[in-house]
């Protein structure tokens, strides 16, 4: 089925063979010595468990044709898996700490946007994210860096670990890039508390939740995601292994769809919850038995929750539509 995808961390794409290639490319030495080695390493308690993994392996990237390779791939793979539209978060912070220049980062990943569209067709747009559980002058500091590309990336977001870091922190640099002309996004309800998702909500003005989880625990916010049509993007895997749910048939999506809620499936970091958009579908629409209907409307709302101008969402909607009808 043709779909976006709204909620992927380009750096959440390293496969486990691409990192010890770009390790022996750079020098640099792993805790890791094999696939097996590396894949042993996935067994996570909570975000934070996940976080020290995935700082340490995106550590392999330096140079800007490493970000290149790195988002090619996630960018075929998602094409192989129909998916016709992405909008891919990327973290400025995690390299600038590093030492490695926002042009050479941010090249490679507009580089292979760029050639993913003209070879494959498929269209992508960065979302840049701030990382909450450092300070806002870094932030600020970051969104400076990050003007000279404005007219590449749509949107800012926020993202690393969200407990004890609410979205009301990062209220200054959100009002900045509004006034600059980005759109706003948040992690939110991931792990933290509705509170989070409401302050998302007011406070940094947010057009998409990521996550949303815990959105359920609180029967005055599903209303009112229903009422405005705020979307969510789901991760199901994503919450599985990070135990967000004990199981995938506790995850609440189903039931925040019968509310008139908007949500979307998506992949999150696909190289470490054990698959892409399509294993996210598959394995949800299992867990929670998901009509046909309910799936079609799933991928329908992955091109309306989209940061794509009205006309695209239509034409691609209309595809799923053929598709649909194709399949009889
Ligand atoms: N960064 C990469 N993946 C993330 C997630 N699932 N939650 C918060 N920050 C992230
Ligand atoms: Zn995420």
Known sequence: MPKAELHVHVEGTLEPE????????????????????????????????????????LKVLIR????????MAYLEKAHSQNVLHTEVFFDPQAHLRRGIEFKTFFDGIWGAMKDAEKKLGITAKPIMCF???LDEGSAIKTFKEALVHKKEIIAVGLDSAELGNPPSKFQEVFADAIKEGFLTVAH??????PSYIWEAIRLLHVSRIDHGVHAVDDPELVEYLARTQIPLTMCPLSNLKLKVVESLKDHPLKTLMDYGVVVTVNSDDPAYFGGYVNENYLAISKALELTKGEIIQL??????????????????VSKIDEYVKSKG
Do not use: H, W
């Open 188 to 193: 939110a309800g991931e792990e933290g508390p």
């Open 18 to 57: 691409m990192m010890l290639k770009l390790a022996k490319r750079n020098s640099i030495g792993l805790k890791y010595n094999s696939v097996e080695e590396i894949e042993a390493a996935y067994n996570f308690s909570d975000l934070q468990d996940f976080l020290d993994v995935y700082y340490e392996g």
């Open 64 to 71: 800007e044709e490493d970000f290149y390779d790195l988002t």
């Open 299 to 316: 991928a329908k709302n992955s091109f309306n929750a989209s940061f794509m101008p009205p006309q695209e969402k239509e034409n691609f």
């Open 131 to 133: 990382l909450r559980d």
